[in-house]
């Protein structure tokens, strides 16, 4: 294990304290592996084609953890963050089968996520308790009292060293989390507290390795767009030497660096996986839903700290081929890995009581609905247009809107079942709708229709269209006729997006507001029952959300390209 290297040995000089303060013995090599995952997002189960699961996660873990040991080394096993939110048998039972599974595979900590808050506080409370590792944030505060609301940091000996690790959640939480549910939250700085945190370490436990788990995201040379920043930007923000090592998650990508500042843009599993380096501090991320374990083996060595090999492990990952006689098989990218019979054991009851309320078909399509992300952040869509009739027709709606990154899930041709919606939509968002003058209309949408594209605020619309140039709206028509600036209108949406969620404007506080309690999910799954079997095509978008992108050279002037996604 010790003997492979990424194209050479890559050395950090440990500068988190003094020398005098250590307590490693001089001249001695210790040897520990940091294991790492993110953005479970509830698959505690294989999926159709019996990819990832915790039950061989596992099996994996464990095989690691022997090999480590056998050569006198130990591992930390860490998680990013966002265990809630993506599949209906665990988001029914507020992800207990995830944390329990969790539990039996020797999880030590993990950075609170943000879609850990996508449920009241009280229902993360019980995730604590299920667990038994902590749930790591150190910049999340209670408004009222203006403490952290949750542990900071954690301390581990491993192989007589003691390793730090800090907690961190992206301070984008309450902008795209349910606004209702940080009434007396707040989220500071992770910088500013990692910094804080770190100081307050070397100062009383002096520990010998710091590492953030953290729940920012990873983005190319700190360009984060519309998202706040992430761990590049903290990694280039903090002086040099205070973290060690950012295990993190959010935007879900595995970190294989193509070159400096540039991450590969198809990784393909089982293949070599170098991490990004950012001011003396090594960032890894291992993908989405439990798809990899991130390996990280160190040596420390005098007071340097050297990471000697790094892995992606793929967790029973598959490609689809085609046979001889024109069929497919998916085959895997590596060997097959057994599924754990202790955890199989404890998830079999959860993932049976989940089928038997979720399996019963509820309608048809005949074509593919698009629910992708790389889609429903960058386009508008037959999946969101499906989910937006719904809404506008039980709300008697003149038009609909919502935040493409609602939409978290795609369904194929063929029949459809209430798990299927809950996929689509597993947020549990009530109907809301408000009635605004036309005038008041215009304004509300040159805000929304300008969201940035590739961020979960890029709007979805039904029953409108419009031109957006960036910073206003023009040409808008509801239901083929133009906007009238004193006629009302009723605007259907979210209850996410009516308290400001995603940095809408907040409408829940207008005389007009409607809260209907009626949640999205079920309000799509009637929509399908009384209309099914549904036509995918009738639902296609055919250019009505025009943006004018400006030319990128500033001597043509004005002119402008007319872009319909």
């Not at 001889?324 to 079999?348: C, F, M, R």
Request: proline fraction near 5%.
């Amino acid at each position: 294990m010790f003997k492979r290297s990424l194209a050479g040995v890559m050395t950090v000089a440990l500068l988190s304290v003094p020398l005098m303060a250590q307590a490693w013995e001089k001249d001695r090599t210790y040897k520990f592996t940091v294991l790492h995952t993110n953005d479970h997002h509830g698959r505690f189960w294989p999926n159709e084609h019996d990819e990832y699961g915790l039950a061989a996660q596992k099996t994996m873990m464990d095989q690691i953890r022997y090999e480590v040991q056998a050569h006198g080394g130990a591992t930390l096993i860490l998680s990013g963050g966002d265990i809630n939110t993506g599949v209906p048998e665990s988001d029914l039972q507020d992800a207990e089968p995830d944390f329990r599974a969790m539990n039996m595979i020797g999880y030590d900590a993990m950075a609170i996520g943000n879609h850990e808050f996508d449920n009241p506080l009280p229902v993360l409370r019980q995730q604590q308790k299920w667990a038994k590792f902590p749930l790591l944030s150190a910049n999340i505060y209670q408004k009222s009292t203006g403490k952290r609301l949750f542990q900071p940091y954690a301390l581990f000996n491993r192989v007589g060293l003691k390793i730090a690790v800090i907690g961190l959640t992206t301070d984008d939480t309450a902008r795209i989390g349910n606004p209702e549910y940080f009434t007396d939250i707040q989220f500071h700085k992770p910088a500013t507290e990692a910094k804080a945190v770190v100081e307050e370490l070397r100062a009383n436990e002096k520990p010998d390795v710091i590492i953030a788990a953290t729940h920012m995201g990873h983005y190319d040379n700190g360009q984060h767009g519309s998202n706040a920043p992430g761990d590049v930007e903290m990694a280039r923000e903090l002086p040099a030497g205070y973290l060690d090592m950012i295990v993190g998650g959010h935007s879900q990508d595995p970190v294989c660096m193509a070159k400096e500042n540039l991450k590969q843009a198809d990784y393909v599993p089982g293949s070599p996986c170098t991490p990004d380096r950012q001011n003396g501090t090594w960032i890894v991320q291992a993908h989405e839903w439990g798809k990899y374990i991130g390996r990280a083996d160190f040596t420390f060595r005098n007071g340097k700290l050297t990471l000697v090999n790094y892995q992606l492990v793929p967790i029973n990952l598959k490609h689809k081929v085609k046979n001889a006689d024109g069929s497919t098989s998916w085959v895997n990218y590596t060997a097959e890995i057994p599924k754990h019979p202790g955890v199989q054991k404890l998830l079999t009851p959860f993932q049976q009581k989940g089928q038997a309320q979720l399996g019963v078909k509820i309608g048809s399509v005949n074509g593919h609905l698009e629910g992708d992300r790389n889609k429903v952040r960058f386009v508008q869509t037959n999946m969101s247009r499906l989910i937006l009739a719904g809404l506008k027709e039980r709300a008697g709606a003149d038009f609909a809107l919502m935040s493409g990154g609602g939409v978290r899930d795609s369904i194929e041709a063929g029949t459809i079942t209430y798990k299927d919606v809950l996929k689509v939509q597993p947020f549990g968002n009530t109907l809301a709708w408000v009635d605004m003058k036309g005038s008041e209309v215009e304004k509300y949408l040159a805000v929304v229709a300008n969201k940035q594209v590739d961020s979960g605020a890029y709007a979805q619309f039904s029953g409108i269209s419009l031109v957006a140039d960036g910073s206003g709206v023009s040409d808008i028509k509801i239901d083929g006729k133009p906007l009238s600036a004193d006629k009302t209108y009723r605007i259907a949406m979210l209850s996410f997006n009516a308290t400001g969620g995603d940095g809408y404007p907040q409408v829940d506080n207008l005389p007009s507001y409607v809260n209907s309690g009626f949640v999205d999910a079920e309000v799509l799954k009637q929509y399908i029952q009384s209309h099914s079997p549904l036509d995918a095509a009738s639902y296609q978008p055919d250019g009505e959300i025009v943006y004018l992108k400006k030319a990128l050279n500033a001597a043509a002037g004005d002119s402008a390209e007319a872009v319909k996604p």
